[in-house]
């Protein structure tokens, strides 16, 4: 995840338009949910229904305020994002650049290894933190304890460690090792972008003998499946969601992987990886 900082947005239509826009997209997303997506009547899953009802009615309060595309865009995410969802999502990013104003820090951070790392920065400003510092507080808060109150409202799943919600309803799911084909260890590596496919594809490579996850944890996904999106009533883009619950996943709504070795490095450090690796697996080649 990269960060830097937007302002208000540019005004382009009128603050009714706007606020009329907003209240239609919600109140169209809120019917698409309850005629199309099986988390509002998914007894397993109470929360999702929580947030499906207490969500729209804060996400509309919120939009009463609106006086610019900034506003529209932030009441619509602030009601996905509360889904905690990656595969329930409107908009999209393509309109930020354009219609959002930015106030610069003077650099850049990324979440890596549970922690924000400056990236970049103006070249030239001594008075700026170097690139590879680590964000310790700001403005008296703490790194994590600012991302929390700005960031988990409109990122949703921007740690794999701050998840809402676990499946735990119904009996445990006891997972079958299958033999292993390459006849030897096997190394499955992940970070944080690790999700949706990634995450099936980890559900089988995980469920063969003698295969050892290292890396970083990765990300999550909700149980819900096939996915579609409709165009928003609006015009400003599309709205995306799933349409199927699957039922038996050995991993749980919301459930991330951790590793049994962690890398305590960059995950953009190739060689420092590769380095590693090939220390992990000198004990077995000797």
């Known amino acids: 995840m990269i960060l830097g900082a937007c302002g208000a947005g540019n005004e382009t239509a009128t603050d009714t338009t706007w606020r009329e826009r907003a209240l239609m997209d919600l109140d169209f ?33 919120r939009a009463e305020s609106i006086t610019d595309y900034a506003g529209y865009y932030f009441a619509i995410q602030y009601y996905m ?11 999209g990013d393509y309109r ?7 106030r610069w820090s003077g650099f850049l951070v990324e979440y890596d290894r549970g922690a924000f790392f400056v990236i970049g920065n103006d070249s030239g400003d001594a008075e700026l933190p170097p690139t590879g510092a680590r964000l310790l507080s700001c ?11 700005k960031l988990e409202t409109y990122i949703g799943l921007w740690s794999a460690n ?33 999700a949706s496919a990634c995450l099936g594809f980890a559900d089988l490579v995980l469920a063969i003998d003698g295969v050892t996850h290292i890396g970083a944890e990765t990300s999550a996904d909700a149980i819900y499946i096939d996915n579609r999106s409709v165009a928003l009533p609006s015009e400003q883009g ?7 619950v699957y039922r038996g996943r050995v991993r749980g709504h919301n459930v991330s992987y951790v590793p049994e070795l962690f890398w305590d490095g960059s ?18 080649s000797n």
Not at 35 to 60: C, I, K, M, Q, S
Not at 238 to 244: D, H, I, N, P, V
Not at 271 to 278: A, I, K, N, S
């Open 162 to 194: 701050e998840l809402f919600f676990h499946q735990s309803a119904g009996p445990p799911i006891q997972r079958t090792l299958a033999s292993n084909p390459v006849g030897g260890r096997v190394f499955f590596l992940t970070d944080a972008w690790c």
């Open 29 to 61: 997303i809120y019917a698409q949910l309850g005629e199309h997506h099986p988390g509002p009547v998914d007894t397993l899953n109470p929360w999702f229904r929580d947030w499906y009802e207490r969500g729209y009615e804060a996400a509309r309060g």
């Open 139 to 149: 403005d008296g808060a703490s790194a994590s304890a600012l991302a929390d109150s």
């Open 81 to 91: 994002m509360g889904f905690q969802d990656g595969h329930l999502g409107a908009l």
């Open 267 to 284: 995950m953009a450090d190739d060689e420092g990886l590769e380095r590693w690796v090939l220390e992990l697996a000198k004990p077995l």
């Open 96 to 102: 930020i650049e354009a219609d959002l104003d930015r």
């Open 238 to 244: 599309r709205f995306g969601f799933s349409m199927k």
